[in-house]
């Protein structure tokens, strides 16, 4: 059973920078799929960047493209957010998520392993 865990999160003012790290406390990230979704309060959750098994293809939100970057480590059995030039409105709860597949998925509907969540507050 694989179980995501979620680190880096905080309090970091605007135009700061944060890292999130997702790794598993069971199972691997061998062949799978992996996304980063945010949820801000009220609000639905949403993908912010996305990356196949390979790490050779990605996809990021309108909202964070040219801020964000998705990297993974598969020898660490690590996936990375490195959040730049932060916003007020980059506040949510971030969650990693993971899917037994080799390409990139976009829809939050076909991951079916979900961290607990990290909380990220950038203050103006």
């Known amino acids: 059973q694989v179980q995501l865990v979620e680190s880096g999160g905080g309090l970091v003012q605007a135009g700061g920078s944060l890292r999130l790290s997702c790794t598993t406390s069971g199972g691997t990230l061998y062949a799978k799929a992996l996304g980063w979704f945010r949820q801000a309060p009220g609000k639905d959750r949403d993908l912010v960047a996305a990356i196949n098994w390979s790490g050779t293809r990605t996809y990021y939100g309108d909202s964070v493209k040219d801020r964000f970057t998705i990297s993974r480590d598969n020898a660490k059995n690590t996936v990375y957010l490195q959040m730049n030039s932060l916003k007020p409105e980059d506040t949510a709860v971030y969650y990693c998520?993971?899917?037994?597949?080799?390409?990139?998925?976009?829809?939050?509907?076909?991951?079916?392993?979900w961290g607990q969540g990290t909380q990220v507050t950038v203050s103006s």
């Open positions: 998520a993971a899917r037994q597949t080799v390409v990139l998925i976009t829809a939050s509907d076909q991951y079916n392993y």
